[in-house]
């Protein structure tokens, strides 16, 4: 009995390590693809950065498209965390989106790296985007499309949503966060901007339509002050 433990101990330790040798392997091809980009970055360069052999990273990706592909998957779940936390948060359904929209830019800020990549990269990603590829990444986006689903389906509920496609208006948020994160990278702006924060908040919550029966002051919003509860 104690064998079997001690052996399941050093399997666990192993593996602990195995993952952990993973992650430096996944930070350090990140910087080396952000510097670089896919074609110029070298294993040898990754290697070095991660200071293994070249020989290890083949225990753990097939080629260096592989691995360029599973930095990119790696980075689109942590991304994903970050939503599925602001869900969780016990806030009125329209606050929860305030906090959604600023948490992706957050985001997107945080990792503009990525976003140098994936315009750098556009043309190549194409090229990679197989059907395993693409099965992928899609597992995790439609996992995170659904979470803001429910999230729209509750407001809802509760009357204080419209009644409409849960999930295409999830989608939505998704595009509108991240066409405007890329619109800043592209002319140099900050991506964690108040404009944009305002604009994409009230275009959701509001819409673009006039109202001639009343009328509304637009609440100017600040990423410090978006998600505090009331």
């Known amino acids: 009995m104690t064998y079997e433990k001690n052996t399941t101990g050093v399997a666990s330790r192993k593996e602990r390590e195995r993952q952990a040798k993973k992650k430096d392997i996944l930070k350090a091809s990140r910087q080396v693809f952000a510097q670089k980009g896919l074609h110029a970055a070298t294993l040898d360069e990754i290697a070095e950065k991660a200071e293994f052999a070249k020989g290890t990273l083949y225990c753990y990706f097939k080629s260096k498209e592989d691995l360029f592909v599973s930095m990119l998957e790696e980075e689109f779940i942590n991304f994903s965390e970050s ?31 990525l976003l140098r990549i994936l315009n750098q990269e556009r043309s190549t990603l194409t090229i990679l985007n197989n059907k395993n590829t693409e099965t992928r990444f899609l597992h995790h986006f439609r996992k995170m499309i659904n979470m803001i689903a429910k999230h729209i389906e509750r407001g809802i509920e509760l009357g204080q949503f419209q009644v ?15 066409g405007a994160a890329l619109s800043s990278f592209i002319n140099g702006r900050p991506i ?30 600040s990423p410090g002050n978006v998600c505090e509860k009331h």
């Open 83 to 113: 939503v599925k936390e602001v869900l969780a948060q016990d806030l009125p359904p329209d606050q929860t989106v305030s906090c959604l929209v600023a948490s992706m830019l957050r985001q997107f800020d945080e990792n503009s790296d």
């Open 164 to 178: 409409l496609d849960s999930r295409r208006t999830a989608i939505a948020i998704f595009n509108l966060c991240h």
């Open 192 to 221: 964690n901007n108040t404009d944009d924060l305002t604009l994409i908040t009230n275009l959701l919550l509001d819409g673009i339509k006039t109202r001639k029966s009343t009328t509304k002051v637009t609440k100017t919003l």
